[in-house]
């Protein structure tokens, strides 16, 4: 079974998570949104060497246990399962688990069982059952105020239809409504998980089914919730209102600062070393930390073992703890809970049996790097990659998770502040382990050299650029005899197809209606037909006034000098990158006073050898013409 493989498969049991279980060929295969009893055809999108996990594509044939789900939106939401599998079903499969488990993990004869273990206690109604429920709170692509649960192993906010879960109280919606309202009112904005900007990350409600009791809790990125009497009014009106609270938790990310700004939170590590990363080393001696941070992520609990053996394609067992010789503890997250600061590192570690790729990305908008994802590769026993790195889709960072607080994709396009930018791909490490301006990665598998694996780790930089910009022209006028009330004419194309024409006089610029819309490689011709006895220059410079680019004297072309100026303009990445996604061409015309007599310095002396003869002649004809009337 390979990635991308499309089969049909009859599922036959269900994951702890909720996902349905077939197998092909015995090869097993996870498929959410499926049910037992359920046929389907799968496709595909992680391959592992015994199992697989499959995209639902279509029912073929639907099991007897299949039901509609109550929820419009419980295929997507991740706050429950297996609402489309029939109760009796479920109890029944719940059933079997917890018997199942005894006798397996607990080694619980099943005579036993058979004796004292009881039928399972369903529910007259499997739905309004939850007294807890903590909801997400963000915005949606239009900027609207949302509250839900994150869809399956992301943090991509599902909002409940009516911000009413069929699981929980009805309570929770009216809080909800209060809370976004006042939200609106005040201008309270949501947690942005990408940007790390808002205030209000989450909304929690406890409701005492006895008591008839409810708390409220709003855990907020920030030190206080602004007005916040105007929302206790709104709240304490809900009938069993009993606590009101708000839960801060400040995170700092270190990844967006400087070493020397990391410095200010992280003052010293356990060794006493002041460094703005935690480097320990084998070789530091057994009563270094080396071996205290070591036990500590080889212990199964952490989860590391079993990725890193997954990365490898190997066997956990075929792992070696001797063979890793330098951790490094990276900071990238500083949270400020109620109970005091805790810091969060991403871990690099250099091991003689692999390396780590590590991929990080220039989010828009963004001057620094951030990683998103990273994955382990074997070596070879001297040191060179056993197999080059594949490239990296979006279908394989879904099943990763980026940091400990939310999965993100590398999307193709994103849209910020109604600006669209597209992910360009990904640019190798140079010696100083930053990214290369140009020398993009255009073949894949990619083989890391001797020296990118020198220090354990191989970096992958990419970024957004914008998807176009704007081009305004500018015209300017210089020179004694530059006409400064003339009307130059203007016509412009990009990649051959003819945009508007237009006239600009001195210090004039073209306006919205004819700015051009550039994308990068495009490339704009401007020309300019009736500037016959200027000396054209252009210039290119960004939003702030940076020059970006020059050119020389822009020579015309045709059978006249009035004929046409033409200038042309490959559009680069740095066009793109201004605040506002505009870019000026400053086109130059000058004229200089400078008189045309048509004398010729090297011809001079004999000029004026020649006005001497001739004003000879002149008194000559003038002295004769006196003597010829004397007479």
């Known amino acids: 079974m390979k990635k991308n493989d499309v089969v049909t498969v009859e599922v036959t049991d269900i994951g702890i998570g909720g996902e349905g279980i077939g197998k092909v060929d015995g090869y097993t295969l996870f498929i959410k949104d499926a049910v037992i009893g359920d046929t389907v055809e799968v496709k595909v999108m992680k391959a592992k060497k015994n199992y697989g996990y499959a995209r639902l594509m279509r029912i ?55 004796q004292i273990m009881e ?39 599902i909002p409940v ?38 205030l209000v990350r989450h909304v929690l409600v406890r409701y005492g089914f006895t008591t008839k009791e409810i708390m409220v809790c709003l855990i907020i990125n920030g030190d206080k919730l602004p007005s916040s009497e105007k929302l206790l009014k709104k709240l304490t009106k809900i009938p069993g209102m009993t606590s009101i609270t708000y839960n801060i938790n400040k995170n700092i990310y270190l990844s967006s600062l400087s070493e020397s700004e990391v410095k200010k939170y992280v003052k010293k590590w356990p060794d006493g070393t002041t460094d703005a990363t935690w480097t320990l080393k084998r070789s530091d001696g057994p009563n270094s930390k080396f071996f205290t941070v070591l036990n500590a992520i080889w212990n199964d609990n952490t989860g590391y073992k079993a990725k890193l053996a997954t990365d490898l394609g190997i066997e956990e067992s075929q792992l070696s703890k001797d063979a890793i010789q330098e951790i490094i503890l990276v900071p990238y997250k500083i949270s400020n809970n109620n109970d005091g600061y805790h810091i969060d590192c991403n871990i690099t570690i250099k091991s003689s049996q692999s390396f780590t790729a590590v991929f990080l990305v220039q989010q828009p908008g963004v001057s620094t790097y951030e990683r998103v994802f990273a994955k382990n590769y074997p070596l070879y026993a001297d040191g060179t990659a056993a197999k080059p790195i594949a490239i990296v889709t979006k279908d394989d960072i879904k099943n990763y998770k980026f940091t400990q607080t939310y999965n993100q994709e590398i999307d193709e396009t994103k849209e910020v502040n109604g600006v669209t930018y597209k992910f360009v791909g990904w640019y190798p490490e140079n010696s100083s382990g930053e990214a290369h ?12 050299s001797i020296a990118e694996l020198s220090d354990g780790t191989v970096n992958f930089y990419a970024k957004y650029v914008r998807d176009s910009s704007e081009a305004y022209v500018t015209k300017i006028v210089n020179g004694l005899f530059g006409d400064k009330e003339k009307e130059f004419h203007f016509t412009w194309s990009v990649n051959g197809e003819p945009g508007t024409n237009f006239d600009l006089e001195d210090n004039e610029t073209t306006d919205d209606s004819i700015g051009m819309r550039l994308a990068v490689n495009d490339v704009l011709t401007l020309t300019e037909t009736n500037a016959a006895g200027y000396t054209t220059t252009a210039i290119i410079t960004d939003a702030l006034g ?86």
């Open 60 to 114: 073929v044939k639907e099991s007897a246990f299949r039901v509609s789900a109550r929820c419009p939106e419980a295929r997507r939401c991740g706050g429950c399962q297996i609402q489309e599998m029939d109760y009796r079903k479920q109890l029944e499969f719940k059933n079997t688990k917890v018997r199942n488990n005894l006798i397996r993990l607990g080694s619980v004869e099943e005579e036993l069982l058979d």
């Open 119 to 157: 039928p399972i206690a369903g529910m007259e109604e499997p739905f309004r059952y939850r007294n807890k429920a903590q909801f997400p709170i963000g915005v949606d692509k239009e900027g609207n105020l949302i509250a839900g649960f994150y869809a399956g192993r992301t943090h991509q906010i």
């Open 161 to 198: 239809p009516n911000r009413d879960c069929v699981l929980g109280v009805p309570e929770n919606k009216v809080i909800l409504d209060q809370i976004l309202d006042y939200m609106r009112e005040e201008k309270i904005s949501a947690y942005d998980e990408e940007r790390h900007e808002g």
């Open 437 to 448: 301006g140009s020398t993009l990665i255009d073949t894949w598998p990619y083989d890391p």
């Open 546 to 631: 940076n020059q970006l680019s020059g050119t020389d004297e822009i020579q015309a072309t045709g059978e006249k000098e009035a004929d046409r100026k033409t200038i042309t303009v490959t559009i680069t990445e740095e066009m793109l990158k201004s605040d506002d996604g505009k870019f000026r061409i400053t086109v130059i015309n000058e004229r200089d006073a400078t008189i045309d007599n048509g004398v010729l310095l090297d011809t001079l002396p004999y000029i004026l050898i020649l006005v001497v003869v001739a004003g000879g002649g002149v008194l000559l004809f003038l002295r004769k013409r006196k003597n010829d009337d004397d007479e």
